[in-house]
Each structure stands twice: as C-alpha cells, then as structure tokens.
C-alpha cells in the first residue's frame, strides 16, 4: 500500500485530523498537499489537546516524516507560531518537517485583500471566507507576476520583488476596497525585515518535497497523504463560489504532491454522522431548530480556525455519494457517531426534490442545491452513549442498522466509526 489518503467527504471539520495522526505511527511520510491555515485540525494524545493550521497532522509522531508540498499556501507567521508552540510543549516539530521550495507564501497583501473582499457578495451571499488570505494567494499563484514561493525567502533579490509587488497592491488594494487606509497599512521595507526573519526560521526546513516522496516511493516506503477542507468546498466539483480555493477532493492529491496517482490505493472517506457547514453556501439538510442547536452544542461545533458556530444538519446521503465517487473513496469513517447518542429520531437525506421532481445527483450549480428540498428517510435513534464502545460489538443495534444505512446509501463499506476525540475512541471495523 504505496500511499494512503484521508479525504473529507463533506463541507470540511471532518476529524480528519484525529484519523491522521491516528494511522501515522503505520506510515513512513505524512504528506500535507493543499490549503493553508484556513485548515483547522485538532488532535487529542491524552489531556494534551493540539490544533493544528498548518503543520501535518502527524508530526506528534517522531519517527514519521511530515512535509508541506507545493499546493500548500504557508502563512509563514501561523506556521512559525505552530511549531513554536509546539516545541515549547516538548514536541521537536524540527526535526521531523520539511516544506516545499515551491510552496507558495501568503503576505500581508493576501490578508488585507481577503478583508476588502469579506462582505461582497456573490449570488446574493457571502462566502464568509476564513480571512486567512487563501484565495488571494492561490489568485497570484495562478497569475504567476506577483507570486511569492518558500524559495523566494532565501534569494537575493527578495527585497527588490516585495517592493515591486507592495507598489502594485497599494494601488489594487486602494480600488477594490474604494479607502485608501488598507493600501497605507502596506510597507515595502517593514515586510521585508519580516519576510528575512521569516526566511532565517524556515530557510532549514526547506526541501524539494517532490524528489523527496518519489524517492521514498521508489524505496518502497508508506505515504500518508493528509487532505485539507472537504470534498464539497474543492474549487473545481464543489459548491462553486462557495468553495475554497484549491482542490479539496482526492482529485488534489497528485497536483499538490507531485505523487503521482498511480501510488495511491488507498483512499479513506471521512465523514461525520451528520452535517456542518461553516461560511456561506447551499446547505440543503441544515436544522435551523433544537435539534440543530443540540448537535452544535454536542458535538462542540464551533470553527478551529475562526470559532464561528458551525451551521448544523442531518447526515446528506446525496452529497456523500456524490464525493465518495469524485474522491475515489475506498472505505469510509464515519466520525461523532457519539453526537447522534441522544437524539430520539435521525434523518438521512436520501434525495433531493427539484421543481416538483425527485433528483438523486448531487447538483452542480449553487442555486439549484439551494432551491432543493431534502427528502428524509427516518431512523430511530439508539438513545445510549456510545462514546466508551470500542469495538463494532460493543454499538447498539440501531446504531449499527444506521451505519448499516448509510454505508448502502454512500455505496462504500464503513471501516472506522469514531465516537469520541480521543485516539481510543476509534473502532475500526474487521
Ligand atoms: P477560504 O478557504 O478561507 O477562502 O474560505 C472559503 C470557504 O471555505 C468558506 O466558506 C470557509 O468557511 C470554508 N473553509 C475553508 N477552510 C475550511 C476548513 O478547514 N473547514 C471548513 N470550512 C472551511
């Protein structure tokens, strides 16, 4: 088994994180390919609680290898805070860390321009961005003229490109905002001092990730690729413009890894026993009564990354099935089952009504998943907490006949259910 990935099936907060560092100690590699702080992964070992933006969900693990590759964008500063942190809790993130050359940076323009942007609306809606610079950033990647890579911080002629890019920013960034006060927060020489310090911190940890995981491959070592946000915010098959800014789905393995796909056998489809959302966007099972406020509240719903009360729903069949096939997804883990734990009834979405007509695809246009009715197929909850089961044995039958469900529906078998943050409260299916 080459390489192995952990995808999110949903709208991102998947546990993820805890399902990583989890199959860690197993693999060789733990491979971060996309997205940026924007991502928020916790991971409990014991009473220690550690949230991760940028680092690799298994750089507790000292004898696993963590990289951040070319998709990645790196907010340098977060990224220097996280493994500072980190060390001062006796971690060694160091030593076992090495980021892409060709990673690209978000600066302080990013930031800035995302915070001009944040209450335009599209379609009517905001997309409520985690401000944290990504589709700037990504925005200049592609344009290529103003991108600035990991690389860039340890040449020569870094204080010649920011002050280039800074006197061309100022202008944008004084016509997209209409004020002239968040252009004037942009100067040319204090980025650079910070940029060069930025460059001291980092320039060691530097590396040709690409050659690095190929050789690994070659060598017949494990890979495990560790996907960021959720399948339903990838830029290209997700809930466009209510998406993210990289390719969330398994489709952005390969491009923000340079591992090529022919390695990748093993995909793990991560999803929770029901739905959240947080940002704009079509939310079409979302629970705007109790029930919804019970699960937010139970399952601590609430942004690593921003600490917005994550919008709440019912499990979406639909959506599921939709990005399990996109993700190429070979198992499923279905996380927070311990959630459902105490609710008398459980709905799935098991389609959609569209103009007085029942729709089993997932849509590919935001205003038609708006408009769409979910139809719910109802379960009865199994009223029992399920948060100290540790094996398929120890779940009550209505819980085991709902996984039964939802793996027919999602059309993959369940390989793990988590019913708990903790590393132990994890039970992996024979
Ligand atoms: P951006 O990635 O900050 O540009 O935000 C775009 C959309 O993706 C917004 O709706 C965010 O709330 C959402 N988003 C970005 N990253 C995450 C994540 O890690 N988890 C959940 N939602 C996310």
Redesign the pocket.
């Known amino acids: 088994m080459p390489a192995a990935c952990v995808i999110?099936l949903q709208?991102?907060?998947e546990a993820k994180g805890k399902l990583v560092d989890l199959l860690a100690p197993q693999h060789d590699h733990v491979v971060r390919y996309q997205?940026?702080a924007?991502?928020?992964?916790t991971v409990v070992d014991g009473d220690e609680v550690y949230k991760l933006h940028h680092l690799p969900s298994g750089i507790l693990h000292s004898s696993v290898q963590n990289y951040i590759t070319p998709g990645v964008v790196i907010e340098p500063t977060t990224l220097i805070q996280e493994l500072d942190q980190l060390q001062q809790r006796g971690v060694r993130p160091r030593e076992n860390l090495i980021i892409s050359q060709r990673a690209h940076l978000v600066m302080p323009w990013h930031l800035l321009e995302?915070q001009a942007m944040r209450d335009e609306a599209v379609q009517g809606e905001s997309?409520?961005?985690?401000?944290?610079?990504?589709?700037p950033c990504y925005r200049d990647k592609v344009g290529r003229n103003f991108a600035v890579r990991a690389i860039d911080l340890v040449q020569d002629d870094l204080p010649q490109r920011i002050e280039t890019i800074v006197q061309a920013k100022r202008t944008y960034l004084a016509a997209l905002s209409g004020r002239s006060e968040l252009a004037e927060q942009l100067n040319a020489q204090e980025i650079t001092r910070t940029a060069l310090k930025w460059g001291e911190q980092l320039g060691p940890l530097l590396g040709d990730t690409t050659h690095l995981l190929l050789d690994a491959l070659d060598a017949g070592q494990q890979l495990l690729m560790e996907g960021?946000?959720?399948s339903l915010?990838d830029i290209d098959h997700g809930t466009f413009p209510?998406?993210?800014?990289?390719n969330?789905s398994g489709v952005g393995i390969s491009s923000g890894s340079g591992v090529p796909s022919k390695w990748i056998q093993r995909v793990l489809g991560v999803a929770k026993a029901y739905s959240?959302?947080?940002?704009?966007?079509p939310f079409p099972t979302e629970l705007h009564d109790d029930v919804g406020d019970k699960i937010r509240k139970l399952g601590n719903e609430f942004?690593?990354?921003?600490g917005?009360p994550?919008r709440c729903g019912w499990f979406d069949a639909v959506a599921v099935r939709y990005t399990a096939r996109l993700s190429g997804i070979s198992g499923l883990a279905l996380m927070m089952m311990d959630v459902l734990s105490h609710l008398e009834e459980i709905q799935v979405c098991v389609g959609y009504e569209v103009d007085g007509q029942r729709v089993d695809r997932f849509p590919c246009d935001a205003g038609t998943l708006r408009d769409a009715k979910p139809i719910y197929e109802t379960h009865q909850g199994w009223m029992h907490d399920v948060s100290n089961a540790r094996s398929m044995d120890d779940l009550p039958p209505l819980a085991l006949a709902y996984l039964k469900r939802v793996s027919e529906l999602v059309g993959v078998p369940v390989e793990v259910v988590s019913v708990g943050p903790d590393r132990e409260q994890t039970i992996f299916a024979a």
């Open positions: 999110g709208w991102g907060d997205g940026g924007n991502a928020g992964h995302d997309i409520g961005t985690t401000l944290r610079g990504i589709g960021a946000q959720g915010l209510f998406v993210t800014s990289s969330s959240t959302r947080v940002g704009g966007g942004g690593t990354t921003t917005r994550r």
